[in-house]
């Protein structure tokens, strides 16, 4: 078994790759942060527009991302592709 760094940014790139391609899908779908924020249950836009910046150290979890890609009708796995 291969032995990880986890400091070496790996993580903020993953997590990077995920945001970069929420909002490239919800843009191409012509759906606003706060619409969907609603739809996945969300009062405001603020955590997704935190998440898709990866400010204050939020991003998606599995949840998040099981809701997004109902709402926005894509496989999950969008989410995961090398832009």
Do not use: P, W
Not at 6 to 30: A, M
């Amino acid at each position: 078994m291969k032995i990880i760094d986890f400091e070496d940014g790996c993580l903020e790139d993953f997590y990077g790759l995920i945001s970069k391609n929420v909002i490239r899908i919800r843009k191409e779908k012509k759906v606003s942060q706060l619409k969907l924020a609603n739809a996945i249950g969300h009062q405001n836009a603020t955590f997704l527009g935190k998440a898709e910046l990866l400010a204050e150290n939020k991003h998606f979890n599995l949840e998040h991302l099981y809701k997004i890609s109902t709402a926005l009708e894509v496989n999950i796995s969008e989410f995961f592709k090398e832009i």
